[in-house]
């Protein structure tokens, strides 16, 4: 105990990969450890998520963290000091408690994410170990595979186009370097096709191309085509995989294509994306409806889950207990898991428990507005959660968190497992021994 005894919590600000302020946690223990986190922050949230605490006000378009900060200074050291790191849950038992609402909105779930994220650092660096080793233990061998971004739409790009992300994953990839070194080969294809459109206009807020494009087809049709430009076989080396992130545009059964001008009903939306589904090489959609429309999730996963991977974003929220209720009900089948979401570790890694046991796959996640921090890494890596999805290959709040996965990779040397196409699949196993 007396090695991980917290001593000092300090927050403060810093800033986002969009020039917004948020939230560091720093965790002191008794010998000396420290551990730091930086609380992300989404731009397409689901309703159901945690809410981070902004100050509002005319001051930096109200997105100031003063009072978040304040709240690490204040009411979460008092609480926290004198508590073991090493136990996360009673840590972040103690900090839900503390806040005392259902959305963590008193303290700000940024406030409380990056204090519960900071711990678990400070921890593992009490006891002279990384992230994902302290987490997962001897077990902890398996690099995820990588879901990245090469066209950003949506709320990403100022609605440019609807569709949130076209990303590619490399299911034929034998480690995680080669998947980032074939990732690279098409994105770099992607620009080279968009340039030579006279379209190359610069990159979106997740560092994908900003689509200067005519349609939400025209996007999938170029990545496609830049697999096939970078000499790689689709489906089976490269595919493409898509954030449709529905909640963006569609409520009340009604999806609206502002890019293409049209109103889709659920089942003209399905239409839709069957039709994508037929005609390229896709094997993954994240949220393909809203938030609103459980049935529609349901009605789509029913025709597509033996041939895609269908994953719920906003619809979960990172939440077990709705997790649990997409299991039961059929609505998808694989879980987005963004710690922010839920606001503590221990809740995100209760998420991925319920999915594992509900026979869903798991895909940690970034959100759009990051930082330098990489600890989502060593919680892919250190829960046994097969997928990562950070964003794009470019940006160095993105590089940060695959260059970390290579140094992992590296570090594990021999016993480095990829876990590659059957990641794609749900229940994967996971490993044995993680420590939450
Ligand atoms: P967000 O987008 O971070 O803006 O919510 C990421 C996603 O939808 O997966
Ligand atoms: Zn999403």
Known sequence: MSRTRIVAVRGRRVWDSRGRPTVEAEIELARGAIGRAIAPAGASTGRGEALERRDGGPRLC??????????????????????????????????????????????????????????????????????????????????????????????????????????????????????????????????????????????????????????????????????????????????????????????????????????????????????????????????????????????????????????GDDLLVTSAERVRRAAREGWCTAVLLKPNQVGTLSETAAAWQAAREGGLGGIVSARSGESEDTTIVHLAVGLGVPQLKVGSLARGERTAKWNEALRIEEALGPRARFAGRAALRSAPGANGQVRL
Request: with cysteine.
């Open 62 to 311: 109200g997105f100031d963290v003063q009072g978040a900060v304040a709240a690490i200074n204040g009411t979460i050291a008092r609480a926290l000091i004198g508590l073991a790191a090493a136990d996360q849950e009673a840590v972040d038992r103690s900090l839900i408690a503390l806040d005392g609402t259902p959305t963590k909105s008193r303290l700000g779930a940024n406030a409380i994410v990056a204090t519960s994220l900071a711990t678990a650092q400070a921890a593992a660096a009490a006891h002279g170990l990384p992230l994902w080793r302290w987490l997962g233990g001897a077990a902890a061998c398996t690099l995820p595979l990588p879901e990245i971004q090469i066209i950003g739409g949506g709320k990403h790009a100022a609605g440019r186009i609807d569709l949130q992300d076209v990303l590619v994953v490399c299911p034929g990839a034998q480690s995680f370097a080669q998947a980032l070194l074939w990732t690279a080969e098409v994105y770099h294809a992607a620009g080279a096709l968009l340039a030579e459109a006279g379209r190359l206009k610069g990159v979106a807020d997740e560092g994908g191309f900003f689509p200067e494009l005519e349609s939400n087809e025209a996007a999938i049709a170029l990545v496609a085509r830049a697999i096939e430009r970078a000499g790689l076989r689709a489906p089976d080396q490269v595919a493409i995989a898509l954030d449709v992130a529905a909640s963006s545009f569609g409520c009340n059964g009604r999806y609206h294509l502002a890019s293409e001008g049209r109103t889709l009903d659920t089942e003209a939306m399905i239409e839709l994306l069957s039709s994508w589904i037929a005609r390229y090489p896709i094997v993954s959609i994240e949220d393909p409806l809203a938030e609103d429309d459980p049935e529609g999730f349901r009605a789509f996963t029913a025709r597509f889950r033996s041939r895609i991977q269908i994953i």
